[in-house]
């Protein structure tokens, strides 16, 4: 069987938290990704809060894979750009209360030009974060929006005072005009979270994100490759469209683990 830890987005289920974790446990997720913005804010949970929820989860025999820190503001945005950055690192601190490794989040289409000002600007805000990282423990993990592979490698090598990765989302390579296979080859070395998503695009270029297994990615040679590149991180299962989440990720659970089962 592939080596692979599957965790679930806890949004998915369009429960209350503590709803969405029975859930999760019951279609056989191992652990959660929780939206530190949208779900669970860390000021929301003292100290005792935190311990219970580290309970309940033990109790559920779940973890949390990741914590997901959406942002409305590319981080090279001036406006509100302390606020941002300070909001970032909170969330890389409660990461690391929750005993959770990664957090993912969405830098912003990178700047084309890696001399220009907001490239810098991005790449130094980057550095920042990942000091941050280095002393709490966790990795920021950056999930793809509009640039290519090769962009996002480059910045990712940019960035050099601490770990880093790419949270490869292959829906969003094929939303985006570009093959999520040959993203793969690109990024082999550098994502550290795989969010499980699913998309096709028409012919007039517009793209909708599917159910997994219904879409342009080729799942068994995806994960093929992730496991021929010696992964063995999260694979998040996620549904950010769509009136049937709940049941998409569960019948995706079971999809991978037919992949899994054929690759015994």
Known sequence: MLPF????????????????LEAAAAIGAEAVQIDARNELQPTELSQTGRRQLLHRLSDLSLSVASLRFPTKRAFYDSDRLGARIEAAKTVMTFAAQLKASIVTTQAGRVPNDPESAEYILLRDILNDLVRHGNHVGVTLSLTPTRESADALAQLVRDVTAGPIGINFDPAAFVLNGHDPTAALRTLHQLFTHVQIRDAVRDLDGTGVEVPVGRGEVDWDEFLALIDDAGFRGWLCLDRTDGDRKSEDVAHAVEFLRRIALDHR
């Open 5 to 20: 830890r599957i965790a679930v987005a806890s949004h998915c289920f369009e429960l209350p938290l503590k709803q969405a």
